[in-house]
Structures are given as C-alpha cells and as structure tokens.
C-alpha cells in the first residue's frame, strides 16, 4: 500500500487580492455592523420592550425545545467521544507532517481564559451556594432535600461540576474541530462557514456562508459585551469591598472603558504575544489563589468535597445528561440547565474559533482530550475549592453566605467568602485582578475572532479591524448597562443558540462526512505512518537494484535517482 502525501487541498479557497492578501469581507462586515447598530439601538431606546419580548421568546424556547438543547448536547459529547477513540483521532489538524505552533501549558491557558474562565470567577462560589440555599424551586436541584444538610451540599456541587464540566467543552470541540480541520487541512479559511464545503459547495462562499458567518459575528459581539457588563459589574463590586467606593453606574463604565482599552492594546499585538502572554499570566495567578485557598482554609474538606462530588458526577452524569424535567424539577432545569446548554451555544462560534486557530497541528484526539478533559478537571478542581471553602462557612454555622447572596448580589459571594480567611485584602485585590485579566483575555480573543470573520477567515485580520470590533465591544456593554438593557441583550444572544445549534449538528455532519473520506494511511498514528514511509523507502531502492542488475547494469555505476522524481 503506497502511501499519500500529507492532505491539504482546498474544498473551497477563500478569495483573495492579487497581492495574495486575504480582502475585507464587504457584505459580512456591512450586515454584522448595521445589526450591531441596529439591535444596540433597540436596547437603548427600548430596554423594557427589549426585555419583554426577548424573555417571551426565551421562555417558549426552553419550553417547546428544551428536550432538543438536552438531547443534542448530549450527542455533541458522545460525538467528541468517538473521534478520539477511533482511528479518526490520528488525523492532524492540519498537513501530516504538521507540528504545534504553541506549547501545551500556553495552548490549555488561552483556551481556559477565553472559554469560561471569567464565569468561574463569577460563579465559582455563587453557583453552588445559590443550590444549597435557595428557597426559590427555580434554583433548587432535583435531590436536593435541607439545605443544611451534608447531601444538599453534594448534590449542589454535582449540579455544578455538571453545568461546568463536559458537556459545555464538548460544545466548544466539535465546533473547534470542524473549522480547524476544514481551516488548517482543507484550506478554507478560519470561518464558520468554511466548515460547510462538503454541504454547500460553492454555496459556503456565498450567501448561505455569509449568513452563518454573519450569526456568528453577531453573537461573539452581543454574548462578548454582555459578560464585560457584568465583569464589570464584579469589579466595581471588588473595588467597593477593598477601596469603599460605592455602587456607581458611571464607576463601571469607568472600568468597562479601561478593560477596553486593556484588550484592544493586547488583540493588535497578536496571538503570538499579547493573548499568550497574558493568558499565561492568568494562569499562574488563579493557581496561586485557589493554591493560598486550599492551604489556609479546609483543605481536608475540600479534598473529601472534590472526591465525592466527582464521583457522584460521573455515577450520576447519563441521569443528568438526559434530564428534561418530564416528571418533576422542570422549573429548575429551564432555569439552570437548559439556560446554561444555550448560553454555550451562543458562546461556540467565537470560542470554537479561537480554539481552532490556536490548536493547528494537534491530532483530533488529542483536541479532544485537552479541550474536554483538562479544563473540565480544573474547574472541578475550581469549584471544590472555593465552592467548598464556602460550604464549610455555612455548613458549620460560621457565616451565613446564603443570606449575603440573597442581600448583595452574585458579585458579592466571592469576595465575602475571601474575607473569612487570612490575607483577605490580598487575595480579593488578587481576584480583582483576575476577574480583569480574564475578561481582557476573552474579550481580545473575541475581537480578533470578529476580525477574522470579517476578512474571510485571515489568522491576523487588518488590525483597525480589531480596534473596531474590540471598541464595539465596549461601547455596547456601557451604553446598555447605563441603559438598563444589559439583561435583554444576554436573553436575545441566548435565543440565536436556537438556530445555531442546528448549524453545529450540521457542521458535524460535514465533519464526519470529510474524514470518512480520508486516505486510510492519513488515520495511521503518526509513527506508524513514519515507520511504513521508512519501509518503502528502502523497499523502493531495493527494487530499483533488482531490476538494474536483470538488465546486465551495475547498481553502483547508475546515478541516484532525483528527489523530485521518487515515486514517479
């Protein structure tokens, strides 16, 4: 069996100038701005309408399709699954001989920061706490039964080890894996759309490509500016809690205006230098707080909680996976679960790309490996650790953090979980900063997304496109938050999950249809592949010599044969 050279042709070439540069992409970067404009306007003159009508919309959603975000959701993870255990895992994002471009410490750091580390800061306490003590059903686990009780707290943190863990990475990883095979061994771009060729043909260039494009850019920038909002929202509440500045709307502006800053400076420098860098830089400082943490607080506690509550995970994962709230707990599955299912899907075309662009030269199986597992592990880790730095205070009686979540607000639970340990105004100052860091990290990244989807998938898009849409970003989060219209803003982002779950489900169908049409020796592990290469080599030298030596020739008086014409 001969084998191929590494794949890499093109299903549906991106246009490019004479110059070989990639050009704007007119009508995508027009449509995506004039809704951008559009929908801004709407929230801002109309909030309360806003609100009211994209909560309607929401509710019948979940209502009439929530079985659909649980089913699909599901199948996204199975799906993932597959790839990595057949011989498909061996196929490299990219030319066969392709290798890495980052390390894997800076590669886990950037996907962490930019998929959901700023959510786990804000709900890394929160979350749990808000299960063990609502009063609410809406916010109440099925199986949880008194909320001061040992088993609350467990189901509580299954619930969020479940809501944080695999399904939402397996959601960035089909969409990751899609556009970084179709971009990096196919060559159609870094684009949404360009993981649609085998579907649409020359279709995934024209109008239905740029559609799906267009949805894409409209929900990195709407989901993007919602949670600068509220990060914001956080930080205003950390500098109250350690400087007593107060709860002032024009103060987070303040804040939301310098993180713009922050991650315009840091999207214009690069992958290369400013996310990496930065990410990095995040990294080591969330290990250095959750590390102090663990030291200083419970630390048997914590261990205990992070055993049991994986173990009651993975033993009750397939009952959870398929819980639709057919027989009971539907307020809190439509609140929580499904909520949370959309709210990733809304989130995957910008996550999914960044991804992709980071991961070229990474084997399917090691894709799906590291964006599924390792930083489900570390927010189980997360979780455990604060979570149950907190449920020791309020299990024990020490402090009653139920009743600051329901006085203070989500932004408050974290900070006042800090503030019972030692160095508190060390560790909230050092949260502060991460909470920052990891919203400038998310928000470049989603800039230089929208830059590539405008410029027909170039990896380093023209950078006054970046400043564009990394000001846009901004600009949206203050005017709706000074607005009021924040909130309806992220329900309108969640309900375009709807439709563009269906373009996942049918960007995995493209997936499995292109790599089942891939040379049998392209899904050799690489060593193999190298050792039968090795092989033929010498197989062919030696046949050479056979056939020389019949025609009455001397082998060693007859040239090489040219590089070039090997195998000819």
């Known amino acids: 069996m001969a084998l191929k050279e590494p794949v890499g042709e093109s299903l549906v070439p991106p246009p490019a100038g004479r110059d070989g540069q990639y050009p704007l992409d007119k009508i995508t970067f027009g449509v995506a701005a004039a809704l951008a404009i559009a929908f801004l306007a709407w929230g801002t003159l109309d909030s309360e309408g806003m609100g009211t009508g994209t909560g309607e919309v929401l509710g019948w959603l979940t209502r009439s399709f929530g079985w659909l975000f649980i089913l699909v959701s599901a199948l996204f993870l199975m799906f993932s699954a597959y790839l990595a255990v057949t011989r498909y895992g061996n196929i490299r994002l990219g030319p066969d001989d392709s290798q890495p471009e980052f390390s894997t410490f800076s590669w886990v750091s950037m996907m962490f920061a930019t998929g959901m580390g700023i959510g786990l800061m804000f709900w890394g306490v929160a979350e749990p706490l808000t299960y063990l003590t609502a009063t609410d059903a809406s916010s109440i686990p099925p199986g949880r039964g008194d909320p001061s009780t040992p088993d609350s707290a467990r189901v509580a943190m299954e619930y969020a080890f479940f809501h944080w863990g695999f399904h939402p990475w397996a959601m960035y990883s089909v969409i990751g894996l899609a556009i970084g095979y179709f971009a990096y061994r196919k060559g159609t771009g870094n684009l949404v759309s360009g993981a649609f060729g085998p579907l649409l043909g020359a279709r995934a260039t024209q109008g239905p490509g740029k559609a799906i494009d267009i949805i894409a850019i409209f929900a990195t920038l709407f989901g993007s500016a919602t949670s600068l909002g509220l990060g914001a929202l956080q930080i205003t509440g950390g500098l109250d809690d350690v400087f007593g500045t107060g709860d002032s709307r024009w103060l987070t502006v303040g804040v939301i205006g310098f993180l713009t800053a922050c991650f315009v400076i840091s999207a214009v420098t690069g992958i290369e230098k400013g996310v990496q860098l930065l990410s990095n830089a995040n990294a080591i400082a969330a290990v250095v707080l959750v590390f102090f943490l663990f030291v200083v607080g419970p630390t048997v506690f914590i261990l205990s909680t ?83 730095s907190a449920f020791d205070l309020q299990l024990s009686g020490a402090r009653d953090l139920g009743a600051v979540l329901a006085e203070e607000g989500t932004e408050s639970a974290l900070f006042t979980t800090l503030r019972e340990y030692p160095l508190a105004s060390v560790t909230v100052v050092l949260a502060v900063f991460l909470v920052a860091i990891f919203f400038i990290t998310g928000a470049d990244s989603a800039s230089i997304v929208m830059g590539m989807l405008s410029q027909h998938g170039k990896e380093e898009p023209m950078r006054w496109l970046v400043i564009f849409w990394g000001v846009a970003q901004g600009a949206v989060a203050a005017v709706l938050l000074f607005s009021g219209g924040l909130g309806a803003l992220q329900t309108l982002v969640i309900i375009v999950a709807g439709p563009f779950m269906l373009v996942i489900c049918a960007m995995c169908v493209s997936l499995m249809k292109s790599l089942r049409e891939e040379p049998y020796e392209s899904t050799l592990p690489s060593r193999v592949r190298k050792a039968v290469l090795h092989a033929q080599k010498y197989d062919s030298v030696e046949n050479h010599s056979v056939a020389l030596a019949a025609l009455g020739a001397d082998p060693d008086d007859v040239s090489p044969m040219p590089e070039g014409e090997k195998g000819s």
């Open 306 to 388: 992070f055993t049991e509550s994986l173990g009651g995970y993975l033993t009750h994962l397939p009952t959870m996976a398929f819980r639709t709230g057919a027989f009971g707990g539907s307020e809190f599955l439509s609140a929580w679960t499904i909520f949370y299912w959309a709210w990733w899907i809304s989130w995957t075309p910008f996550v999914g790309m960044f991804i992709a662009r980071i991961s070229k030269g990474r084997t399917i199986r090691q894709f799906v490996v590291y964006v599924i597992l390792v930083p489900s592990l570390v927010s189980f880790v997360w979780f455990s650790i604060l979570a149950g």
